[in-house]
């Protein structure tokens, strides 16, 4: 047995034969399984095997979650068997990964080096901060409830996060939501075109504030290094060379922002690894 199996034994033994070829394989690398059927534990071991088998250094494997509590397993998982320091240096979720980056290159987002994030909860009160200061007659009237009430608030903000997972940033708001109305209208669909007018508005405003007091909310730390990865093919070779490969976790639950980001930061390496449950996907 050679030195490298026996190392990664902990890791690959409680692995069926299935499970254990897709950690080894590499390339373009899509596992679908369901719940409970170890995927995560074929993420980690395909890691392991990175690092030990084939030779990669882990500050050059990008590893991704939706949780922390999930990074923080995996992390503890490859640390028990390849040692301490051993675990991806870029190992985190799609926010703090993004976060990263961010921090790299600020101006990407016309932001400046030490900006602040907003969490959800933050970016919630500015939200309603702006409409309340809004002249009331441009505030659409809400299906129930008053103007600026905290069921209206929260769903201009689900709006403005949903324009953000798909890539629009302000100036191209306007431009795609007459899309998105002209689409369910072909389609017989419902649709609130002045709310969705009022949020792009809003979006615009927002924006510019989060500007000026050089913050991002959340859904910011991916938008805009993915945005850059798209348009500036200097900066999309800066990072996707650093990586030697690319692993993502629960694939089934990316949005376009983040399926976007882990195929450009993969493009140099071509190794993308990804683990998911098709049967809990809404598409």
């Known amino acids: 047995m050679s030195a490298y199996t026996q190392t990664l034994a902990p890791v690959l033994d409680p692995l069926t034969p299935v499970q254990r070829e897709a950690a080894m394989a590499l390339g373009r690398v899509l596992v679908l399984a369901g719940a409970g059927t170890g995927k995560t534990k074929t993420l980690t071991a395909g890691v392991a095997c990175r690092i030990q088998m ?32 051993q675990a991806p240096f870029w190992l985190g979720t799609f926010h703090g990964l993004g976060a990263r980056q961010l921090r790299a290159e600020p101006e990407v987002a016309q932001l400046h080096p030490g900006f602040d994030i907003r969490d959800a909860d933050d970016a919630t009160a500015l939200i309603r901060r702006l409409m309340k200061a809004m002249d009331p007659d441009t505030v659409p009237e809400p299906d129930t409830g008053k103007k600026c009430d905290v069921r209206q608030v929260k769903k201009m903000g689900e709006r403005i996060g949903h324009m953000k997972e798909n890539l629009v940033t302000p100036e191209a708001a306007p431009a795609w939501v007459r899309g998105l109305i002209e689409r369910r209208r072909a389609a017989r669909q419902m649709v609130d075109v002045e709310g969705w007018e009022f949020a792009v508005r809003l979006y615009q405003i927002y924006q510019a504030t989060l500007r000026e007091q050089n913050a991002a909310d959340f859904s910011d730390l991916l938008m805009w290094p993915t945005l850059a990865l798209m348009n ?34 993969s493009e140099y390496s071509r190794e993308l690894f990804a683990v998911g449950d098709d049967s809990q996907s809404i598409l």
């Open 54 to 85: 084939y030779g990669m250094r882990p500050s050059q494997i990008l590893c991704v979650t939706f949780t922390n509590k999930a990074a923080q397993e995996m992390r503890e998982r490859i640390t028990s068997v390849l040692g301490e320091g």
């Open 232 to 265: 500036d093919r200097s900066y999309r070779d800066r990072w996707s060379q650093r990586f030697t490969s690319v692993m993502a976790d629960e694939f089934q639950d990316v949005n376009r922002a983040q399926m976007l980001w882990l195929t450009y930061m």
